[in-house]
């Protein structure tokens, strides 16, 4: 959860299978036996960095049966048949999940008529699968573009670090913890870099008061400018690394986003579409400037619940809740240092569903734009399902209701009036009447505009 360097005495550090290897470029090096990640919890080895690989090497050994866990509603996943077929899409999915390779989960080995069966297609190994259309192979190429890269992690990682320490002096006991989409996997290049100090004590610090003293330490500090005190419902201070366009944005405490973090981040690497969905629909969002919660419309992380609520609720689901199926992995009470312990124990999902990139992009925007009944549902990613409104205080006149998979309050509070929610319907519709037709990324999204200035990043 912090460096090495910074770990109190008798704590483990955490080791390696916790995070995938950050991405270099043209990668999809899913391999995440490797080595650890880059990342708060745990130390980089920046010299030790993988390999582009294309493909992720092909295994011969270590595939892991099908899992078929029980889920609590009674259902088992109708797609759990032990076949070849299977062995190979788990032999995909093993080598793809970021929290294989933990000491906690050890494989079982293969059936040996099946270990030594027909190589598996290279394509099996590989987002190529799902991307053999035009749609689904510009997404492809905008998700190769635009993904964060090893290097801005390593960036984010080490100005993460000289910040704890010097923060250090004034609050010894705080720790600082890199949160959000530059952790959970579905990060750009462009993506700032979301901070949570976790200051413990019997006391709660005001954060206000905390962040403005930080803000006023932070002048004497040669590689901070731009300090911002933004005093929202969750109050940040919002600075840069000195003369580079990296943007922090710290909170105090806000601990939640540590928790969710780790929930998106078991999301995000349970299937090989999920990063390339989500990149493409946030770059999507933004271009259409619905992807901006200071400004009313969607955040980020609003965004991607709602991805992951379409995936969910297919007819043949992509998705299903991890909460829902490994609640002690994702226990909203465990103590902050062993959030990252429980998705170690999550084992990859095997979706029956074989659909494209760019079907699951047209579905998305079909949904939302003809199926979803704003006026009477509530996206509830805990539940992997849509929820009927209630009365409750929390959802009574809310355009858009989105539950926090923790806290199950609105995340989408954010949009309230009337002519955001409009222009956010609106974008929906009017993107999934034009790409249902042309199936044609560029026509509701200038592709090349967006690698362009993505690649000029950094
Ligand atoms: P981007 O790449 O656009 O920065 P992001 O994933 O970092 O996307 P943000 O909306 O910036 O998304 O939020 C950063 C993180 O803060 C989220 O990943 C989540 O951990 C946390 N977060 C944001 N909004 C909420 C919320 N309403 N409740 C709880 N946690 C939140
Ligand atoms: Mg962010």
Same mark, same amino acid.
């Given at each position: 959860?912090?460096?090495?360097?910074?770990?109190?005495?008798?704590?483990?550090?955490?080791?390696?299978?916790?995070?995938?290897?950050?991405?270099?470029?043209?990668?999809?090096?899913?391999?995440?036996?490797?080595?650890?990640?880059?990342?708060?919890?745990?130390?980089?080895?920046?010299?030790?960095?993988?390999?582009?690989?294309?493909?992720?090497?092909?295994?011969?050994?270590?595939?892991?049966?099908?899992?078929?866990?029980?889920?609590?509603?009674?259902?088992?996943?109708?797609?759990?048949?032990y076949s070849p077929h299977?062995?190979?899409?788990?032999?995909?999915?093993?080598?793809?999940?970021? *929290?294989?390779?933990?000491?906690?989960?050890?494989?079982?080995?293969?059936?040996?008529?099946?270990?030594?069966?027909?190589?598996?297609?290279?394509?099996?190994?590989?987002?190529?699968?799902?991307?053999?259309?035009?749609?689904?192979?510009?997404?492809?190429?905008?998700?190769?573009?635009?993904?964060?890269?090893?290097?801005?992690?390593?960036?984010?990682?080490?100005?993460?670090?000289?910040?704890?320490?010097?923060?250090?002096?004034?609050?010894?006991?705080?720790?600082?913890?890199?949160?959000?989409?530059?952790?959970?996997?579905?990060?750009?290049?462009?993506?700032?870099?979301?901070?949570?100090?976790?200051? $413990?004590?019997?006391?709660?610090?005001?954060?206000?008061?905390?962040?403005?003293?930080?803000?006023?330490?932070?002048?004497?500090?040669? &590689?901070?400018?731009?300090?911002?005190?933004?005093?929202?419902?969750?109050?940040?201070l919002r600075f840069r690394?000195?003369?580079?366009?990296?943007?922090?944005?710290?909170?105090?405490?806000?601990?939640?986003?540590?928790?969710?973090?780790?929930? !998106?981040?078991? &999301?995000?690497?349970?299937? *090989?579409?999920?990063?390339?969905?989500?990149?493409?629909?946030?770059?999507?969002?933004?271009?259409?400037?619905?992807?901006?919660?200071?400004?009313?419309?969607?955040?980020?992380?609003?965004?991607?619940?709602?991805?992951?609520?379409?995936?969910?609720?297919? $007819?043949?689901?992509? !998705?299903?809740? !991890?909460?829902?199926?490994?609640?002690?992995?994702?226990?909203?009470?465990?103590?902050?240092?062993?959030?990252?312990?429980?998705?170690?124990?999550?084992?990859?999902?095997?979706?029956?569903?074989?659909?494209?990139?760019? @079907?699951?992009?047209?579905?998305?925007?079909?949904? &939302?734009?003809? @199926?979803?009944?704003?006026?009477?549902?509530?996206?509830?990613?805990?539940?992997?399902?849509? *929820?009927?409104?209630?009365?409750?205080?929390?959802?009574?006149n809310k355009y858009i209701?989105?539950? @926090?998979?923790? @806290?199950?309050?609105?995340?989408?509070?954010?949009?309230?009036? $009337?002519?955001?929610?409009?222009?956010?319907?609106?974008?929906?519709?009017?993107?999934?009447?034009?790409?249902?037709?042309? $199936?044609?990324?560029?026509?509701? !999204?200038?592709?090349?505009?967006?690698?362009?200035?993505?690649?000029?990043?950094?």
């Amino acid at each position: 959860m912090y460096p090495r360097s910074a770990a109190p005495r008798g704590r483990p550090a955490y080791s390696n299978g916790l995070y995938p290897p950050p991405p270099v470029t043209r990668c999809y090096d899913y391999n995440h036996q490797s080595l650890g990640g880059v990342n708060s919890f745990h130390v980089p080895e920046l010299q030790r960095l993988p390999p582009y690989e294309w493909n992720p090497p092909r295994s011969t050994s270590n595939v892991p049966p099908p899992h078929t866990p029980t889920m609590t509603n009674g259902r088992k996943r109708q797609n759990i048949e032990y076949s070849p077929h299977m062995v190979k899409r788990q032999r995909l999915d093993s080598v793809s999940h970021p *929290l294989l390779g933990s000491p906690v989960i050890q494989a079982p080995s293969p059936p040996r008529h099946l270990e030594q069966g027909p190589a598996v297609p290279e394509s099996f190994n590989s987002l190529q699968a799902y991307a053999k259309d035009k749609l689904s192979h510009q997404m492809v190429e905008l998700f190769e573009a635009c993904q964060q890269q090893s290097s801005d992690l390593e960036r984010k990682e080490r100005c993460r670090a000289r910040l704890q320490r010097d923060i250090q002096d004034i609050y010894a006991v705080a720790r600082l913890y890199l949160t959000g989409s530059s952790m959970n996997g579905l990060g750009c290049r462009s993506s700032d870099a979301d901070l949570c100090l976790v200051i $413990k004590g019997t006391k709660r610090p005001d954060p206000i008061f905390v962040l403005s003293h930080l803000q006023r330490a932070f002048r004497s500090l040669s &590689y901070v400018e731009r300090t911002q005190l933004i005093r929202a419902k969750v109050p940040i201070l919002r600075f840069r690394e000195r003369g580079s366009d990296l943007e922090f944005d710290l909170n105090i405490n806000n601990t939640v986003g540590i928790r969710n973090t780790f929930l !998106l981040r078991s &999301y995000a690497y349970a299937d *090989l579409r999920i990063r390339p969905m989500i990149l493409v629909i946030k770059k999507w969002a933004r271009h259409n400037q619905i992807n901006d919660a200071s400004k009313g419309t969607l955040s980020s992380y609003t965004l991607v619940l709602m991805v992951l609520h379409y995936l969910q609720t297919l $007819k043949d689901p992509v !998705l299903p809740s !991890l909460q829902r199926d490994y609640p002690e992995c994702f226990n909203p009470f465990v103590d902050i240092d062993m959030v990252p312990e429980g998705p170690k124990r999550v084992p990859p999902y095997v979706s029956r569903n074989q659909s494209s990139l760019g @079907e699951l992009l047209v579905g998305f925007l079909r949904y &939302y734009a003809t @199926e979803f009944r704003w006026d009477k549902q509530v996206i509830s990613v805990r539940e992997a399902r849509a *929820l009927p409104k209630t009365n409750s205080h929390e959802w009574t006149n809310k355009y858009i209701c989105v539950e @926090e998979p923790f @806290e199950r309050n609105n995340v989408a509070r954010a949009v309230h009036e $009337k002519m955001k929610f409009d222009a956010i319907k609106a974008e929906f519709a009017e993107s999934y009447r034009i790409l249902k037709d042309r $199936k044609d990324l560029n026509s509701i !999204l200038p592709v090349r505009a967006v690698i362009n200035k993505e690649s000029s990043r950094r």
